[in-house]
């Protein structure tokens, strides 16, 4: 479609463009050190501030897993209540399949919650996790208002006819779509907490994102397929239906990260959705397994951060990385070629 076609448009579009930077700005901060960008110290202080205001909240127990989830008001209870429940079966789940034994806690806050307690840095309705690896709290909005959800609205003209007929077999609308979405990015969350937990450590940026989304959509397409594929929908199909970036090279995403600019990142995140949905289809769980015996060890690393390496590193390190890849299935180098072939393959 044409976007400045007319003043209600380009309006649109301006309020999508800015809607998304404020998208970035979190997810920067976010997956650069996964805890909002300030210092050890500080963090920490954080998290103690969160965690005595927290314990003022309305607290729901889990009695299966040890989990907390806090909501801010009585309004948001069911809300909690749903995403406890998927909290708990992604626990449960992961304990059965892969032995990890990994606990998380929850804050489903309100816009005001969100203002006194979370970094202003992260925009209403970022799922993110704070405080250190034995004591963390995904973050997430109690409510539609977020930017995920608001975002992924906004990209209603890229949903291609048959996922629309999808969405309409489960009943579900684009919006109510989009909100189940943004819960879905909640256990993409968890998912480099699971990564972590687990003992792979992520060579690059781009496939610790990846990690996470598997870890997300693994779980979602064994005990929830319809979530899965709502997953996709959102994550990879609206995505490479959209104009995208000019540069799609990994080297760009690895040096720069979410500072590729907000609808670039967006556009990565949906394109490693895409290897997630195809590797999954090839060898569902034995993917993790696999991609701890290649990339196992300790690392306090839950997300790539920038890097200052030499383009020349860099390309030999995704290289090296996409060469052991190929041993999981050789389609990890198609997908590369496919989407990200203009400059990382030629440079
Ligand atoms: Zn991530």
Redesign the pocket.
């Known amino acids: 479609m044409s976007f400045f076609s007319g003043l209600r448009l380009m309006n649109r579009w301006t309020f999508y463009r800015n809607t998304r930077r404020l998208v970035l700005l979190a997810?920067l901060c976010?997956?650069s050190t996964f805890h909002i960008g300030v210092s050890a110290d500080s963090e920490n202080q954080g998290m103690d501030q969160l965690g005595s205001a927290l314990l003022q909240k309305h607290k729901l127990l889990s009695d299966k897993n040890d989990i907390t989830v806090f909501y801010s008001a009585s309004e948001n209870k069911q809300r909690a209540i749903e995403i406890r429940n998927l909290l708990e079966e992604a626990i449960q789940f992961y304990q059965t399949s892969l032995a990890i034994d990994h606990r998380i806690d929850v804050a489903v806050l309100n816009q005001a919650d969100w203002k006194t307690l979370v970094n202003e840095r992260i925009p209403y309705g970022m799922p993110h996790i704070v405080g250190p690896k034995d004591r963390q709290v995904a973050v997430l909005p109690a409510n539609d208002q977020g930017v995920v959800t608001v975002g992924a609205i906004h990209m209603k003209e890229y949903l291609p006819k048959e996922d629309a007929n999808t969405l309409a077999s489960y009943g579900m609308s684009f919006e109510e779509g989009a909100s189940t979405y943004t819960d879905i990015i909640a256990i993409?969350?968890l998912?480099?907490s699971y990564a972590q937990a687990y003992g792979i450590k992520p060579l690059s940026a781009w496939s610790?994102?990846f990690l996470?989304?598997f870890f997300a959509y693994a779980f979602l397409q064994e005990k929830h397929p319809k979530l899965a594929k709502v997953f996709e929908i959102y994550a990879y199909q609206l995505n490479v239906n959209a104009p995208g970036p000019t540069d799609r090279s990994l080297l760009r995403l690895e040096k720069l990260y979410a500072g590729v600019g907000a609808d670039d990142y967006v556009w990565y995140?949906g394109m490693f959705v895409h290897l997630v949905v195809e590797l999954y289809k090839q060898k569902e769980l034995d993917v993790l397994r696999e991609f701890k015996s290649i990339f196992g060890g300790q690392s306090d690393r839950i997300?790539g951060p920038p890097k200052t390496e030499s383009d020349e590193k860099i390309r030999l390190r995704l290289d090296q990385e996409f060469d052991r890849l190929s041993s999981i299935s050789p389609f990890a180098k198609t997908w590369r070629s496919r989407h990200f072939v203009s400059t990382d393959l030629k440079e």
């Open positions: 997810a976010i997956s993409h969350e998912g480099h610790g994102e996470a989304s995140q997300a």
